[in-house]
């Protein structure tokens, strides 16, 4: 699954990597308790943003909800695009490095 913005869509494009399926983030909005259901449902959060990228281990030290729902939403209270789960890993942002290691591209 992945909400998609341009940056991320030309870096999945250049790698060659398979999308099962692509949510157009404009079109449907995951809030504060669905961003932190799927949040807590892998086991790895890396959140990006240019060069900063903040990881939180969620079966040995998750983070309290407050903590990680402030780096899942942007200012409209919605999940922030671009988010790709990648087997037990969540992406959230873009961090051409966060993705090429969960990528392996």
Known sequence: MSFCCQKAQGFLESGRVDVNATIDAKKEKRGRDEALTLARSVETVVVGKGKKVVTF???NVPPDDDTL?????GPTGNLKA???RVGSTLLVGFSEEAYRQALGS
């Open 69 to 73: 729902a402030a780096q899942l939403l």
């Open 82 to 84: 671009p988010t790709l």
């Open 57 to 59: 281990d969620m079966r």
